[in-house]
């Protein structure tokens, strides 16, 4: 479990396929790795991974096909930045929302407008996660835990201060960029409780 909220930002060394999958190196930068051991999980632009190797400036995972065919994983490459979070210990602030490191599906930029000292982001949501976006809700964006401030057909529009820009790899979006999208966890249950609905979520989530 994770809170979407990014401890730092890593750069990715290398990439290197393997029967279909993917071993990742990561530069942690200022990560603190001190309490990370083998099997621990790291969300990597949002998406949770196990950590099978580690020394005191990089952690080590296997992507699985699942997790390359569903996610933005995918498009990384040795020098790219990526948004780093380790899972939530008992006891840790809850500074964002509790997110499950479980990618629903992709969304893409549609557009960037400045807004005050901020930047508004428009983002394409795919259509069977859109009654999963609220005015006023959260979403998780590559990991980042963010409120919905407007929400349209097939969009809905984010606000990003800078202090997230700066602290996120938000600040490299472009028109076109893909992106992770989890939805809220609370939006995901009470579709499962209301009586005579069904998930959208059943053998859709990585």
């Given at each position: ?19 279909g ?12 790795l ?45 020098g ?11 006891g ?8 499950s490191g ?7 930029v ?12 428009r983002?394409?949501v795919?259509a ?8 006023k ?55 499962r ?14």
């Amino acid at each position: 479990m994770f809170t979407g909220i990014i401890a730092a930002i890593g750069q990715v060394t290398s990439v290197t396929p393997s029967g279909g999958d993917m071993r990742l190196k990561v530069a942690t930068q200022k990560l603190d790795l001190s309490d990370v051991s083998l099997g621990d999980s790291i969300a990597i632009n949002g998406v949770c991974l196990t950590v099978v190797e580690l020394d005191e400036a990089h952690v080590s995972f296997d992507v699985s096909k699942e997790s390359l065919e569903r996610t933005a994983l995918s498009q990384i490459a040795a020098g790219s930045a990526v948004n780093l979070e380790k899972a939530l210990a008992v006891g840790d602030r809850l500074g964002g929302h509790m997110v499950s490191g479980h990618v629903d599906g992709l969304g893409k930029v549609l557009q960037l407008t400045p807004s005050a000292r901020s930047v508004q982001f428009r983002i394409e949501v795919p259509a069977n996660l859109e009654r999963y976006v609220a005015e006023k809700g959260s979403i998780t964006i590559d990991g980042v835990s963010l409120t919905v401030n407007q929400v349209g057909p097939g969009w809905f529009d984010i606000n990003i201060i800078p202090h997230t820009m700066q602290e996120t790899i938000i600040k490299e979006y472009n028109v076109g960029t893909m992106v992770n999208l989890e939805v809220d966890l609370i939006a995901r249950y009470l579709e499962r409780l209301l009586p005579g609905q069904s998930s959208h979520f059943v053998n859709e989530t990585l």
